[in-house]
Nanobody
Framework: QVQLVESGGGLVQAGGSLRLSCAAS????????MGWFRQAPGKEREFMAT????????YYADTVKGRFTISRDNAKNTVYLQMNSLKPEDTAVYYC?????????????????WGQGTQVTVSS
């Protein structure tokens, strides 16, 4: 069982930056690939980025490639999403998710555990 808690969301102006964190419970965090997704009102949950258990492999959605960076610290049981050059269309609730032994998984239904989400609002 893995419990995930996101933090770091908030209100930021367009062009600004935010760093989201996702703290995981459990002693097997390093066995899980981690992903970040977002969901805007009236839209489906959208894949943003994923990182392998080791942190050596990362994958990004085209919409955020070059602006967002996913990273993890297995010693702290935490995964991060650094978001730069934010745009109003990045406004959404951001979720982290965990999948055991996954690599490059972009489909939300394949993830085993989810956090409660953190709101990111980008003003124009």
């Amino acid at each position: 069982q893995v419990q995930l808690v996101e933090s770091g969301g908030g209100l930021v102006q367009a062009g600004g930056s935010l760093r989201l964190s996702c703290a995981a419970s459990g002693r097997t965090f390093s066995s899980y690939a981690m992903g970040w997704f977002r969901q805007a009102p009236g839209k489906e949950r959208e894949f943003m980025a994923t990182i392998s258990w080791s942190g050596h492999r990362t994958y990004y959605a085209d919409t955020v490639k070059g602006r967002f960076t996913i990273s993890r610290d297995n010693a702290k049981n935490t995964v991060y999403l650094q978001m730069n050059s934010l745009k109003p269309e990045d406004t959404a609730v951001y979720y982290c998710a965990a999948v055991l032994d996954g690599l490059g998984i972009i489909n939300a239904y394949e993830y085993d555990y989810w956090g409660q989400g953190t709101q990111v609002t980008v003003s124009s």
